[in-house]
Nanobody, 116 residues
Framework: QVQLVESGGDLVQAGGSLRLSCAAS????????MGWFRQAPGKQRELVAH???????NYADSVKGRFTISRDSAKNTVYLQMNSLKPEDTAVYYC??????????WGQGTQVTVSS
């Protein structure tokens, strides 16, 4: 079964940047859309960005213009470049398939903390 390992989270100041990586232990080439989700304390997990197998990307309004998702199918890795970070971006970030029927077990996630 494919395992997902997220990394790259850190403590940064507002306005800073981070690049998150999500490495899959197996092929994600056939997955229709891979996404980055986040969950802040006391809130539900939300989808913030996704990328289709064809390279189409879409973003939540809250991160549009600041975050960029990309994927390297040869490396089975999905990235999230986060710029102009805000305190409200503080959350645990996870990657997974967007569509429930294609979902893998959730990884541990990576903590992003943005200080004001």
């Amino acid at each position: 079964q494919v395992q997902l390992v997220e990394s790259g989270g850190d403590l940064v100041q507002a306005g800073g940047s981070l690049r998150l990586s999500c490495a899959a232990s197996g092929s994600i080439f056939s997955i229709n859309a891979m996404g980055w989700f986040r969950q802040a304390p006391g809130k539900q997990r939300e989808l913030v960005a996704h990328i289709t197998s064809g390279g189409f990307t879409n973003y939540a309004d809250s991160v549009k213009g600041r975050f960029t998702i990309s994927r390297d199918s040869a490396k089975n890795t999905v990235y999230l470049q986060m710029n102009s970070l805000k305190p409200e971006d503080t959350a645990v970030y996870y990657c997974n398939a967007v569509h429930i029927r294609e979902r893998f077990p959730w990884g541990q996630g990576t903590q992003v903390t943005v200080s004001s």
